[in-house]
C-alpha cells in the first residue's frame, strides 16, 4: 500500500479541472491512489433529515445501490452526531472507515471507504480527505443540482421548493463566539416559517419568521419578506431599518402579515438589538434554568397601524443557550410536548442535536402530521474569549 501526505493544493486542483458534480471521484482517485482504496461513497441526508443516499464513485460497480438508508440508529447517525471517525470491518478483510464531512459545524455528510489495511496515519489522512471534500462540495454544488436531486427522496411541492430556497444553505455554523443550528420541519400544507442568518465582521445576522397563510401563498409571502429583510441588512441597515423595510414591503405589495424577531448580535460584548413582530417569546437556558424570555411585542409585519417597532436589548452572557421558535412548535398538537424539560435535558448536546430532540418532539406529539411549520433556532453563546473578563458585560438582563 503506497502513502504519503495529502497534497491539498494538487486535490483542489484536480477539483476545479473536473466537472462540479464529480466532487466524488477526485477524491476517490485521491485515495486509490495513495492507499488502494476500493469502494469509496459520498452519503448525504434528505431534505427531511431522516435518510441517507449515497453518491459513489464512478467506476464503482460493486458499491451496492440500495435506495436512502435509514438514519436513526445506524452507523452513519451516531458518526454525524459525535463527529467522530468510525473504522470496522467489512465482512470480506478489509476495514470499512466512515468519517464526517463537515464544515463549519455544518454536517453536510460522511464519506465511506473500504481499505485493505489501516493505521493511525492513513485514518488521519482520511479525515483531511474528508475535511477537503466538505469545502469541495460547499463550492460545487453552487453550479450543479446533483445534490439537490439526491437529496429529494420524496416529490416535493412547489411551495416547499420555495421554502426550502429561502434558507440558508447550512443549517449549522460555528464560531468562536457561538454555535447556531436550525431545524425547520414542514406542514403537510406549507405554514410560511423560514430563518435566516449571516456574519459580519462584528455582528451576528439572525432572524426567524413565520409568513401566515399556508402552500405557495404563505410562500410567496415569505419570499418577500426574506427578500426584504436580506435586502436591508446587505444595505448596512441594523435590526429597526431591517424591520422598517420588511414591514413597507408587505404593505406596499398587500400580500399578507407575518411575524418575526430579528436579532444583531455584536460578537464583542454578546450584547443583542432585537424586534419582535408579532412572535413567540424565546426561551433561555441560564445557569440550568429555562425561562421566557418576556420581550415587549410589536405588531406583525404588514399589520397597517401608527405604532412603530421597538428595539430592545438582550445581553448574552458566556454559556447562555437561546431557542427562538415559531408557533408550530407551541401550538395545536405540539403543546403536548414539554419543550423546557427537553431544553433542559439536552443542555449538554450540541445544538444540532438539539434541535433533532426539539423537532422529534413535536413531530411525535404531532403524530407526523403537523398542521403548521415548526421551526426551531438554537444558538449557544460562548462569548469572546480573547476578551479579558474585567471588560466583559455586567448587566444579566
Known amino acids: 500500500m503506497e502513502g504519503g501526505d495529502l497534497e491539498l493544493g494538487e486535490l483542489l486542483a484536480a477539483a476545479e479541472a473536473a466537472p462540479p458534480g464529480e466532487s466524488v471521484d477526485v477524491v476517490a482517485h485521491d485515495l486509490q491512489k495513495r492507499f488502494g482504496a476500493e469502494h469509496v461513497s459520498f452519503l448525504f441526508a434528505d431534505l427531511v433529515g431522516r435518510r441517507l443516499v449515497r453518491l459513489a464513485a464512478v467506476g464503482d460497480d460493486d458499491a451496492v445501490d440500495a435506495g436512502p438508508i435509514d438514519l436513526r440508529g445506524s452507523v452513519y447517525d451516531e458518526v454525524l452526531r459525535s463527529q467522530r471517525q468510525h473504522v470496522e470491518a467489512d465482512g470480506q478483510g478489509g476495514q470499512r472507515v466512515i468519517t464526517p464531512v463537515t464544515n463549519r459545524g455544518d454536517c453536510i455528510g460522511v464519506l465511506e471507504v473500504t481499505l485493505q489495511s489501516v493505521d493511525e496515519t492513513v485514518l488521519r489522512q482520511v479525515r483531511e480527505a474528508a475535511h477537503a471534500l466538505a469545502y469541495i462540495i460547499v463550492t460545487d454544488r453552487r453550479f450543479t443540482d446533483l445534490y439537490h436531486l439526491g437529496r429529494r427522496t420524496t416529490e416535493t411541492s412547489l411551495a416547499a421548493e420555495i421554502q426550502h430556497q429561502l434558507l440558508p444553505s447550512a443549517p449549522c455554523c460555528e464560531g468562536e463566539q457561538f454555535t447556531l443550528a436550525a431545524g425547520l420541519i414542514p406542514a403537510d400544507d406549507i405554514g410560511g416559517d ?72 455584536d460578537l464583542d460584548t454578546g450584547l443583542c ?44 452572557l458566556p454559556g447562555d443557550r437561546l431557542i427562538l421558535l415559531t408557533d408550530g412548535m407551541q401550538e395545536r398538537g405540539a403543546a403536548a410536548a414539554d419543550l423546557a424539560s427537553i431544553v433542559h435535558g439536552s443542555r449538554a448536546l450540541h445544538p444540532r442535536e438539539a434541535v433533532q430532540r426539539l423537532t422529534a418532539a413535536v413531530i411525535e406529539a404531532c403524530h407526523g402530521s403537523l398542521r403548521d411549520d415548526a421551526t426551531v433556532v438554537v444558538l449557544d453563546w460562548h462569548g469572546n474569549r480573547r476578551r479579558p473578563a474585567a471588560a466583559g458585560p455586567d448587566p444579566r438582563r
Open 194 to 265: 423560514t430563518y435566516d442568518y449571516t456574519l459580519d465582521r462584528d455582528t451576528l445576522h439572525l432572524s426567524i419568521t413565520d409568513a401566515m397563510g399556508h402552500d405557495t401563498n404563505s410562500a410567496l409571502l415569505a419570499t418577500l419578506l426574506v427578500g426584504a429583510l436580506r435586502r436591508a441588512r446587505r444595505s448596512g441597515c441594523d435590526a429597526l431599518r431591517q424591520a422598517q423595510h420588511a414591514h413597507q414591503a408587505l404593505l406596499s405589495h398587500s400580500r399578507g402579515l407575518a411575524t418575526g424577531q430579528l436579532l444583531c448580535v
Open 273 to 316: 438589538d432585537l424586534v419582535n413582530a408579532g412572535h413567540p417569546w424565546p426561551l433561555r437556558l441560564r445557569d440550568g434554568a429555562v425561562e421566557e424570555v418576556r420581550l415587549a411585542v410589536n405588531l406583525p409585519f404588514g399589520v397597517a397601524a401608527p405604532t412603530s417597532f421597538r428595539v430592545q436589548e438582550l445581553q448574552l
